[in-house]
């Protein structure tokens, strides 16, 4: 079965700071993993994916992830943190082991300094 | 940009109402999803809906939680009795193909239940 780990539950930056939030991800099989955001009373909002193409997937607000099978991670990043980048992220895994539900890891949050 | 929609964005009932929460799938999605966050924790799945049946579900998922796709574009969990531990986030989510094929889940923003 997949799950995910998420490396700290909280994680502060200040503003134009490198954002890096760790994930790392158990699977048998081929993972499909997700970056989710959550901000403040919202929603889950899709950030990006991986899906077995490229190894480094570009996703919105200037976040990006890289696949590193050697080392079963899926690292978030985003080179200069914005005050507005502020909120929960979850890092989630689906894949091939008879189940359609996505594992989510326990979210870190961000905080972001001025 | 289509999009899941939930209601109502925020419950309170008292303990052992029954509660009947709403989602609109995007209009072509085939499977549905029920997660939710209890307060601090992470997001949990319940249960998967597709071609008018439950596929998956959850050990959470117990004989107080039904779903229904009661015409074409509503998707709803219904929680019968509910408890003081049933307050959290409900999140409903669709996804056009299979998990298998790897599609993505879209999510709804959610509807907070407090039980009092």
């Known amino acids: 079965a997949q799950s995910v780990t998420q490396l700290g539950s909280h994680v502060s930056v200040s503003e134009g700071a490198l954002v890096l939030l760790r994930c790392n991800y158990s699977s048998s099989v081929p993972p499909y993993l997700f970056w989710y955001v959550q901000y403040p009373n919202q929603g889950l909002q899709l950030l990006l994916k991986?899906?077995?193409?490229?190894?480094l997937v570009k996703g919105i607000n200037g976040f990006e992830a890289e696949f590193k099978k050697s080392e079963t991670s899926f690292h978030l990043t985003k080179p200069s943190a914005h005050m507005s980048d502020a909120a929960e992220y979850f890092c989630?895994?689906?894949?091939?082991?008879?189940?359609?539900?996505?594992?989510f890891g326990a979210g870190t949050r961000l905080t972001v300094k001025p | 940009e289509p999009e899941v929609t939930q209601t109502p964005s925020h419950q309170v009932t008292q303990m052992g109402q029954e509660v009947i929460l709403h989602c609109v799938p995007i209009s072509n999605h085939l499977y549905f999803y029920w997660y939710r966050q209890i307060l601090g924790q992470k997001v949990e799945f319940l249960v998967s809906?597709?071609?008018?049946?439950?596929?998956?579900k959850s050990e959470i998922f117990d004989d107080q939680f039904s779903v229904e796709r009661p015409d074409g574009s509503n998707f709803t969990l219904k929680i019968r009795s509910t408890k003081l531990e049933d307050s959290a986030m409900y999140f409903c989510?669709?996804?056009?193909?299979?998990?298998?094929?790897?599609?993505?889940?879209?999510f709804g923003p959610g509807t907070r239940l407090t039980v009092l």
């Open positions: 989510a669709s996804s056009q193909e299979d998990y298998r094929l790897t599609d993505t889940q879209y």
């Open positions: 989630a895994v689906s894949g091939f082991d008879g189940g359609p539900d996505m594992r």
């Open positions: 809906f597709y071609n008018n049946e439950i596929s998956e």
């Open positions: 991986y899906t077995s193409a490229a190894t």
